[in-house]
């Protein structure tokens, strides 16, 4: 967090105060390359310090900490956590290249298509069994947030697939 904000020039004592309410909620050190921080800052150019505004950080598919100012400037801290409803659903496609593809298409996650092949795995040779025109249908679970959007998805409940003229179900 304080090579991160330093080089957005923040003020030192906005630094120890970001890293302190973020230690209230996680661990600053298990901050890695690639998560995403939503950060903004107020530039005071006259001081050629900036002052922190929001410093917001995922933890989890549903957990989100926010450190921001108040209307005090105070900088403070929250735990925010998204609501997740399960739901349960039902994809289904003909397979016209590859089953990927076929299952992108069907708006199906990457996580359960490769669940999906995995569950498979024994049953079918991915590679020489599936042909054009063969199908599959998978029924799985879901979790989306207030606003409709994917958060994560859960087990699959069944899948049914016929390759060459043969129904597997699982």
Do not use: C, H
Not at 6 to 26: E, L, M, S
Not at 92 to 121: Q, W
Not at 124 to 132: E, V
């Amino acid at each position: 967090i304080q090579k991160i904000l330093k080089k957005y020039k923040v003020q030192n004592t906005d630094i120890q105060t970001v890293i302190k309410q973020y230690k209230k909620y996680g661990n600053p050190n298990q901050l890695l390359v690639g998560n995403k921080i939503d950060i903004i800052i107020e530039e005071k150019s006259l001081i050629n310090k900036n002052s922190i505004v929001k410093f917001s950080v995922p933890i989890s598919k549903s957990t989100t900490i926010l450190i921001s100012k108040n209307d005090e400037d105070q900088i403070l801290s929250e735990k925010i956590i998204t609501k997740l409803y399960k739901r349960k659903v039902l994809a289904e496609n003909i397979i016209r290249k590859n089953l990927y593809s076929s299952a992108v298409d069907a708006k199906i996650n990457p996580n359960t298509i490769i669940e999906f092949a995995r569950i498979y795995g024994f049953e079918i040779d991915f590679q020489r069994d599936i042909r054009k025109g063969d199908w599959f249908e998978i029924y799985y679970e879901k979790f989306i947030d207030d606003n409709e959007k994917v958060k994560d998805t859960g087990k699959i409940i069944y899948a049914s697939m016929s390759v060459n003229n043969r129904e597997i179900n699982l």
